[in-house]
């Protein structure tokens, strides 16, 4: 039976799904592979990621969800309905409720967006829910008592810091900057100091093989395959963990402003209690190697990566369902 409540985290790079009672039933890329000729859906999530930087000229493989909204609304729509689908089987007799959860800061033309996309996949009511939030309450931090919490959301697509109290965001910024931004920086800087082109998922591979915010005291070193820019030919090269610090250290520069800003405009009270307790790491980007300490260095506050940091959003979603506070803030999502 599904009559159930289901938490989606639409992420730029993934989706993940979390349904009452059973937990993360679903992790899988949001990309979609389109036949060009017919516009008839290939292959979604795994499948379509497989053929990325591989598929023919008549098949397009794109990302309907960019910087965490939606950038092409009938793909968006027909990817969570296969999700949904494959979850609650075709014959839905209960049609489950849904939040979704969406970048802080997003328009209301890009809200109702994915409201009406997760109507439309089959929902029987959709809200959304602020990502930072949703992640602060899948990392089981207090958010419903009077004092400072603090979570910074590192995504595929954003990355945004903010201060939570009493279910509620205080002070709160984002940068469209988040892990693609990450593996760009990687790609840019092989092509310049190496004149090798590489494609995205290879950056991806780097960036988790040997990636570091910090200089590692020991060395890692990785074989890269790509192709030469001048000769023309597959080409291979050793690059180092130093060198992947050195290329990523502009996109994270960005990531460590938007967390300082915020604790710049931190009411005093609430900026005491976060000194006590730290500020909590979720999304991909916070498995990225001495995130944590390079965050500890720049703010001086306590940085720790939570509990399966990339699974807290898409939790915390599903939870919000169950919690009258915060179900009564969110019920006016656009109808």
């Known amino acids: 039976m599904f009559g159930r409540d289901i938490g989606i985290d639409l992420g730029t790079v993934n989706v993940l799904v979390w349904v009452k009672g059973k937990g993360i039933?679903?992790?899988?890329?949001?990309?979609?592979?389109?036949?060009?000729?017919?516009n008839k859906i290939v292959a979604v999530g795994e499948e379509a990621r497989a053929m990325l930087g591989r598929a023919p000229e008549s098949i397009e493989v794109a990302r309907p969800v960019k910087d965490g909204v939606i950038a092409d609304y009938q793909v968006t729509e027909a990817m969570l309905r296969y999700f949904i689908q494959r979850i609650c089987g075709r014959l839905r007799i209960f049609r489950p409720r849904i939040m979704v959860s969406v970048p802080v800061g997003v328009t209301s033309v890009e809200s109702r967006a994915v409201h009406d996309a997760a109507i439309q996949a089959g929902g029987r009511e959709a809200y959304l829910i602020p990502e930072p939030l949703a992640a602060a309450l899948g990392a089981n931090m207090p958010i419903s008592a009077p004092t400072g919490n603090m979570v910074v959301d590192i995504g595929g697509g954003t990355s945004e810091a903010?201060?939570?109290s009493m279910n509620d965001?205080?002070?709160?910024?984002?940068?469209?900057v988040g892990g693609m931004k990450i593996d760009e920086a990687i790609i840019s800087y092989i092509r310049k100091k190496y004149n090798l082109l590489i494609g995205e998922q290879t950056a991806e591979e780097i960036k988790i093989a040997i990636g570091s915010a910090l200089p590692l005291e020991e060395e890692l070193r990785m074989e890269v395959r790509g192709r030469d820019q001048v000769a023309g030919l597959p080409k291979t090269i050793t690059i180092t963990s130093g060198e992947v610090t050195e290329?990523?250290?502009?996109?994270?520069?960005?990531?460590?402003?938007?967390?300082?800003?915020?604790?710049?405009?931190?009411p005093p009270e609430l900026a005491a209690d976060i000194i006590d307790r730290g500020m909590i790491l979720t999304g991909g980007g916070a498995l990225l190697r001495n995130i944590d300490r390079l965050l500890t260095k720049v703010t001086g506050v306590p940085c720790y990566?939570?509990?399966?940091?990339?699974?807290?959003t898409?939790?915390?979603?599903?939870k919000a369902l169950s919690s009258y506070s915060i179900m009564r803030r969110y019920q006016a999502a656009p109808a």
């Not at 039933?25 to 017919?38: F, G, K, R, T």
């Not at 290329?247 to 931190?266: D, F, H, N, Y």
């Open 247 to 266: 290329a990523i250290a502009e996109p994270l520069s960005q990531i460590v402003g938007v967390v300082r800003s915020v604790l710049e405009k931190t």
């Open 305 to 312: 990566v939570a509990e399966n940091a990339i699974a807290c």
């Open 314 to 318: 898409a939790i915390g979603a599903g």
């Open 169 to 176: 965001i205080v002070v709160a910024s984002s940068v469209r």
């Open 162 to 164: 903010a201060v939570i």
């Open 25 to 38: 039933v679903l992790q899988e890329p949001s990309i979609v592979a389109i036949s060009i000729n017919d």
